[in-house]
Nanobody
Framework: QVQLVESGGGLVQAGGSLRLSCAAS????????MGWFRQAPGKQRELVVI???????RYADSVKGRFTISRDNAKNTVYLQMNSLKSEDTAVYYC?????????WGQGTQVTVSS
């Protein structure tokens, strides 16, 4: 069983940056895929970025060139660097991992971008 805890959310002005962290309770070195999703009020959860261990990454068109996913296996942590934030990026952000065929989700962290 792996537990994921997100942090790094908060209130930021448009144009600013935030880095979200997703700390796993166990090793992530053998995970199959990792990703970030978000859910804005009244909207469905949507993909922000997904990355596989094979090296492929797929970003939502709305965040391409602004957001970057990365990981630190030594810290069992996945990151989402968010730059040039816009008001439409306001949402609860969730990290997710696929490990040994199972999907794990964090509890979410709120990101609010003021215009």
């Amino acid at each position: 069983q792996v537990q994921l805890v997100e942090s790094g959310g908060g209130l930021v002005q448009a144009g600013g940056s935030l880095r979200l962290s997703c700390a796993a309770s166990g090793s992530i070195s053998s995970m199959n895929a990792m990703g970030w999703f978000r859910q804005a009020p009244g909207k469905q959860r949507e993909l922000v970025v997904i990355a596989t261990t094979g090296g492929s990454k797929r970003y939502a068109d709305s965040v391409k060139g602004r957001f970057t996913i990365s990981r630190d296996n030594a810290k069992n942590t996945v990151y989402l660097q968010m730059n040039s934030l816009k008001s439409e990026d306001t949402a609860v952000y969730y990290c997710a991992l696929t490990l040994a065929g199972r999907d794990y989700w964090g509890q979410g962290t709120q990101v609010t971008v003021s215009s």
